[in-house]
């Protein structure tokens, strides 16, 4: 059976798991024992995916960046995917304040349900120039230290810094280059190693998922998570498509034959950081894209590039301002569009990510950064598929780059 029809079985079982769990009761001794099981399971999976994923990230775009020197295509590949980036995520923007007038969530939806919840909640308050800032710091950092840690954006900067002056001076670093190749091949190696485990780590994290996420309080939010979900699903199932028909020329059937275990584990996994191996997996072994286009794209695009990210931040900023009786101008809801740009930037690819930037872009537009205790409860559903058409996006992005370098 191929990993792919594991993966599919792993979803299903999941889900049906979670149902029964939840249908015999979450609280009752054998569901609590299952629980524990499958929260195990699903951690130690993501635990897995998280420890290779530093020399991953380094190794391949080192490597990625030094190696389109021999296709001396370094510069058009970077051209393309910041192009293809800026394109998707400003369409996705647009989307998804386009759906939020439509549909106008949150209008009628009374905050004193989620009072709670919103006292709880403490916002980190930073103003748009301080996160600017924050994040411009946050890009060089001793390296050594990033690796240590896992941050990842610095690590992304240092690792094109080394690769591009591996590139600009080849013949003074054949160990390091040589080094840096076999140190990616290995990293590979656990990667496929890891990916066996990933039918069973997939079907652990949809069983808790399903059966603890409380429907009472999904109930009350459904219509936003109805239009953010659509929307979302329409930005991957008609737009990404329109757009890799049209740039790289291939088939949408075919693209979703090959990349489907890379979605199904963002979906899963809601981090487009953790599901990067297997994206590149996808993206070499099902779809034919070189090494060099998916060690540059997917580990930039991984976090740079947020579709659906971007698409859920612009839809819950308006309707966060319907909760909160306002209409926001269209000086403002420029802001939010720039903001929103940022912020999926900022956004590392973990789990709810998206939640810390969506304060950044309140605040942006004067609207109560504590209003996040609303979205927080409902956050790990919408997380998974927008998580999915991050990965889309990045996936689409490196076929274009791919049929443009040939
Ligand atoms: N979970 C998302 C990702 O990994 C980021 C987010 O929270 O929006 O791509």
Request: glycine content about 8%; cysteine-free.
């Given at each position: 059976m191929s990993l792919n029809t594991q993966i599919l079985l792993g979803t299903l079982f999941g889900l049906l798991l979670g149902a029964?769990?939840?249908?015999?009761?979450?609280?009752?001794?054998?569901?609590?024992?299952?629980?524990?099981?499958?929260?195990?399971?699903?951690?130690?999976?993501?635990?897995?995916?998280?420890?290779i994923l530093t020399p991953l990230i380094f190794t391949s775009i080192a490597i990625g960046v030094a190696n389109l020197r021999v296709h001396d295509q370094m510069h058009k590949v970077w051209q393309i995917t910041l192009l293809c980036s800026l394109l998707t995520t400003t369409l996705s923007i647009i989307i998804g304040l386009s759906a939020a007038h439509i549909f106008h969530p949150g209008q009628g939806l009374t905050l004193l349900s989620f009072q709670e919840a919103t006292h709880g909640f403490q916002a980190a308050q930073l103003t748009l120039p301080e996160f600017f800032?924050?994040?411009?710091?946050?890009?060089f950092v001793n390296p050594f230290a990033a690796l240590s840690q896992g941050i990842v954006l610095p690590i992304v900067v240092f690792a094109?810094?080394?690769?591009?002056?591996?590139?600009?001076?080849?013949?003074?670093?054949?160990?390091?280059?040589?080094?840096?190749?076999?140190?990616?091949?290995?990293?590979?190696?656990?990667?496929?190693?890891?990916?066996?485990?990933?039918?069973?780590?997939?079907?652990?994290?949809?069983?808790?998922?399903?059966?603890?996420?409380?429907?009472?309080?999904?109930?009350?939010?459904?219509?936003?998570?109805?239009?953010?979900?659509?929307?979302?699903?329409?930005?991957?199932?008609?737009?990404?498509?329109l757009i890799l028909i049209v740039f790289a020329r291939v088939s949408p059937l075919r693209f979703w034959r090959g990349?489907?275990?890379?979605?199904?584990?963002?979906?899963?996994?809601?981090?487009?950081?953790?599901?990067m191996p297997v994206t590149m997996d996808c993206l070499e072994k099902e779809l034919g894209v070189s090494r060099g286009v998916t060690?540059?794209?997917?580990?930039?695009?991984?976090?740079?590039?947020?579709?659906?990210?971007?698409?859920?931040?612009?839809?819950a900023a308006l309707f966060v301002a319907n909760l909160a009786g306002i209409d926001l101008t269209l000086g403002q809801q420029l802001v939010v569009c720039f903001t929103v740009m940022l912020a999926s930037i900022g956004a590392p690819g973990i789990p709810s990510a998206g939640m810390v930037t969506m304060v950044m872009v309140?605040?942006?537009v004067g609207l109560p950064a504590e209003a996040i205790a609303i979205l927080l409860p409902i956050d790990r559903i919408l997380d998974t598929v927008r998580t999915m058409v991050?990965?889309?996006g990045d996936m689409v992005t490196s076929m274009i780059v791919q049929k443009a370098t040939g």
């Open positions: 029964g769990l939840r249908y015999l009761g979450v609280d009752e001794p054998f569901s609590q024992q299952v629980l524990y099981f499958s929260g195990l399971m699903g951690s130690l999976f993501i635990d897995l995916l998280k420890m800032q924050k994040f411009l710091h946050g890009l094109l810094f080394v690769g591009i002056a591996i590139a600009a001076q080849a013949e003074r670093y054949p160990n390091t280059t040589k080094l840096l190749e076999e140190g990616f091949a290995l990293t590979m190696t656990l990667v496929r190693w890891v990916m066996v485990l990933a039918p069973f780590g997939i079907m652990a994290l949809l069983t808790k998922l399903v059966a603890t996420e409380n429907p009472a309080l999904l109930g009350s939010l459904a219509k936003f998570v109805a239009v953010v979900t659509g929307t979302t699903v329409f930005h991957g199932l008609v737009v990404l498509p990349a489907r275990p890379a979605l199904l584990t963002a979906f899963a996994t809601s981090s487009s950081s953790a599901t060690g540059f794209v997917v580990p930039l695009g991984a976090h740079l590039n947020m579709d659906g990210t971007a698409l859920y931040e612009a839809a309140l605040q942006s991050n990965v889309e």
